[in-house]
């Protein structure tokens, strides 16, 4: 029969690991936020750059200005009917391999993150039965 010390050791060691995973999941968390945050940059960046570079006398504007330019010029019905042809040929792509494979890549990596919260909640009560048999 296990001794009570042996059980408490057990419990602290689960409960440091389960320390150890929160800690892992939470930092895979901030860098996944970092990434997309960088991602959201990077393209903002590129697409306001190739804006201002075809529509130089934009960069005069204020920024009233410019709204009131794109409302005026964006949100238009032959715009609105381009994007959505641009739009609907992209989901045609999206059915390419690279596509399907970074569609794939982020269920796994958002099921993952649901997996390993739903194992630590299970030890976590796992370890409180444990504790309060114990105690």
Known sequence: MPT????NDK???AQLELRQKENLLKMLIQKQKEQERKDRTKRLCKRMGLFESLLPETILLSEEQFKTFLD???LTESAKNLLSELVANNTDIATSETAKSEVYDNAISTEKRTEIMRDI???SAENDKIAKTEG
């Not at 009570?4 to 059980?7: A, E, F, G, P, R």
């Open 4 to 7: 009570i010390k042996s059980l």
């Open 11 to 13: 419990i602290e060691a």
């Open 72 to 74: 005026n010029t964006i």
């Open 121 to 123: 909640s299970t030890r």
